[in-house]
């Protein structure tokens, strides 16, 4: 099993390469005030169910609204197969300090 990375929003921002899987696990109401652009959402409780919508073999980006919630989703997933899973350090907060939000809508 490999271990959780941290991922600052600059080295989001600036990843180079083949996109990497991000996974907003936040709840409903929470996604509803703003997301990361190229998310896929799967609330927290619903990993365990839908993470065979991720691909194991590419890399994932976790992220909630601080990061506690995603580490916990982040170490289930490499519990499972996951090779490479990285935890966003600050959540969505700390993006938003730095890049804009979008609706899910447009994400």
Same mark, same amino acid.
Request: some cysteine; overall charge negative.
């Given at each position: 099993? #490999?271990? %959780?990375?941290?991922?600052? $929003? ?5 990843? +180079? @390469?083949?996109?990497?899987?991000? *996974? ?27 993470? #065979?919508? %991720?691909?194991?073999?590419? $890399? ?5 609204? +601080? @990061?506690?919630?995603?580490?916990? *989703? ?34």
């Amino acid at each position: 099993m #490999g271990s %959780l990375g941290e991922i600052s $929003p600059e080295e989001l921002q600036q990843w +180079s @390469g083949e996109s990497p899987q991000l *996974v907003d696990v936040r709840n409903d109401g929470e996604v509803q005030r703003g997301v990361i652009p190229g998310m896929v959402h799967i609330p927290m409780h619903l990993i365990p169910v839908r993470s #065979g919508e %991720l691909d194991p073999g590419r $890399p994932v980006v976790v992220y909630c609204a +601080s @990061g506690a919630r995603s580490a916990q *989703v982040g170490y289930y997933l490499l519990q499972n197969g996951f090779q490479e899973v990285y935890n966003l350090v600050g959540g969505i907060q700390g993006w938003a300090r730095q890049y804009p939000l979008t609706t899910p809508q447009e994400a």
